[in-house]
């Protein structure tokens, strides 16, 4: 099972339902969110038997931590969201982004 679905044009993590972010600083599938702003931004991790499927890939983090990636984009979610499905994220920081899918219309 990939790691997030599609919600309403929205990505959220499979498991928790919570909207998965990107970063604008972030290389692809090199997360430039680490320390403190990992606590905040929390990486959506893999598990250590978890491969790359699909637009799906893993990477190592810097901190030897596995993380999930769409088409390269490193993916996380916002530890102050309470809800599944809230984007309040994008309005904390312009530099985060909600992951949406394209409209195939």
Same mark, same amino acid.
């Given at each position: #099972?990939? =790691?997030?679905?599609? !919600?309403?044009?929205? #990505?959220?993590?499979?498991?928790?339902? #919570?909207?998965?972010?990107?970063?604008?600083? @972030? *290389?692809?599938?090199?997360? %430039?969110?680490?320390? !403190?702003?990992?606590?905040?931004?929390?990486?959506l991790l893999?598990?250590?038997? @978890?491969?790359?499927?699909?637009?799906?890939?893993?990477?190592?983090?810097?901190?030897?931590?596995?993380?999930?990636?769409? #088409?390269?984009?490193?993916?996380?979610?916002? %530890?102050?969201?309470?809800? =599944? *499905?809230?984007?309040?994220?994008?309005?904390?920081?312009?530099?985060?982004? !909600?992951?949406?899918v394209a409209?195939?219309?």
């Amino acid at each position: #099972m990939p =790691p997030a679905i599609n !919600a309403n044009g929205v #990505m959220v993590a499979a498991d928790s339902l #919570m909207t998965l972010y990107t970063y604008a600083g @972030d *290389g692809l599938e090199q997360s %430039a969110c680490v320390d !403190a702003c990992a606590e905040i931004w929390q990486p959506l991790l893999a598990n250590g038997s @978890d491969t790359s499927r699909g637009d799906f890939s893993v990477f190592s983090r810097s901190d030897g931590r596995w993380q999930w990636a769409l #088409m390269g984009k490193p993916l996380y979610v916002w %530890a102050d969201e309470v809800s =599944p *499905g809230d984007i309040g994220g994008e309005a904390a920081n312009t530099q985060w982004r !909600a992951y949406r899918v394209a409209s195939k219309q």
